[in-house]
């Protein structure tokens, strides 16, 4: 199968760093499973000129250094999930490489996330800290497990919507995790009642598939990213508008209230 190339807008770049608006629908890091799609570590040893080179020990071992991982993972720093858009920060070199992802291990990165979340969340600001791991029974889901990874989630309701159709209330909400667990927004909306719209992993099937029938994606969107550049040490803010097709459901609902 021919791989298609893909478009990717930069909204930054220097010496050191190369920060991109991620559309949906694109895996972030090469994978077996990805052998029939470009990601976006291709389009990042391509654009930047970093040659994958296979460790000669594995990750954790005695040899490794965290320098390679940077050329293992193609200079991304973290991670988003294939059907989330927004801000993704990327290394250019080693050295930044290994900066900013201690800034990640050490929690000093400031994120903030958008999300479209079913029903009216009340409070309208809150804090979720429950632990989260991946389920035993279903490698590809994660959830509220004893022994789980500690988590956290501050949130604020931006506004309350309403489906005329159904009369269904939303919350169009502001998410600020302090840590960085898989699906952790995701799951974290869905313990307190609340899965985002059209997650076909959390939302449940069927609402999940009633919802795909208006966006064909996950309502989660990265906004924000606070720094400190890995050079100049000082800070620097990123910032990623609303993805249009997530904008145009928004204009579907009608607003109840402003927060």
């Known amino acids: 199968m021919e791989e298609k190339p893909i478009h990717i807008t930069v909204l930054y770049e220097d010496t050191d760093i190369l920060v991109v608006d991620k559309p949906a629908g694109i895996t972030v890091n090469r994978a077996e499973t990805t ?3 470009t990601t976006i570590q291709d389009w990042a040893e391509e654009r930047l000129h970093i040659k994958y080179q296979m460790p000669n020990v594995k990750y954790g071992e005695e040899g ?6 940077f050329y293992v993972r193609g200079g991304i720093v973290h991670r988003l999930d294939k059907e989330t858009s927004g801000v993704l920060i990327l290394a250019k070199n080693a050295r ?4 900013l992802q201690r800034q990640f291990r050490e929690r000093e990165v400031k994120k903030v996330y958008q999300a479209f979340a079913h029903g009216k969340i009340n409070p309208a600001t809150g804090t979720i800290s429950v632990p989260v791991g991946r389920l035993p029974w279903n490698g590809k889901q994660f959830g509220i497990v004893p022994g789980g990874k500690e988590s956290k989630t501050d949130y604020t309701v931006d506004t309350y919507y309403q489906f005329s159709k159904t009369k269904e209330f939303f919350s169009f909400v502001s998410l600020f995790p302090h840590s960085g667990r898989t699906h952790q927004i995701r799951v974290h909306l869905k313990y307190i009642g609340h899965p985002i719209f059209a997650d076909f992993l959390y939302a449940g099937r069927k609402t999940s598939r009633n919802d795909r029938k208006l966006l064909a994606r996950v309502f989660l969107h990265a906004a924000e990213l606070r720094i400190m ?3 100049t040490k000082k800070q620097i803010h990123f910032v990623s508008p609303l993805a249009k097709e997530l904008q145009d459901l928004l204009d579907k609902f009608v607003i109840i209230e402003k927060v």
């Open 229 to 231: 550049h890995p050079t």
């Open 96 to 99: 930044a490489f290994v900066e």
């Open 35 to 37: 052998k029939h799609e």
């Open 64 to 69: 490794w250094t965290p320098e390679q991982d």
